[in-house]
């Protein structure tokens, strides 16, 4: 019996983790995710995690846009 790595499952088919999950969502954002990673997260992701990911991910870059506008303003005057 040959051992699997943690991150593989019993097929030998990469499971998608939760850095995975970050990494997809980050690089569809900026529009620079490969196809393989595309078809590894449709295949083997659960699509509640990148819709949740997705979902902080806009909601931090909102918060990371308005907290620059402030402190841009402030220092306009």
Do not use: C, Y
């Not at 995690?49 to 909102?62: C, S, T, W």
Request: net charge positive; no cysteine.
């Amino acid at each position: 019996m040959s051992k699997n790595s943690s991150s593989e499952n019993e097929n030998g088919a990469r499971q998608v983790t939760f850095f995975t999950v970050i990494k997809s969502v980050l690089s569809a954002m900026i529009g620079i995710q490969s196809s393989k990673n595309r078809e590894r997260d449709f295949s083997h992701g659960k699509p509640i995690h990148f819709i949740v990911a997705g979902l902080i991910g806009v909601a931090v870059f909102i918060l990371l846009l308005v907290t620059l506008v402030k402190f841009a303003m402030s220092l306009a005057g």
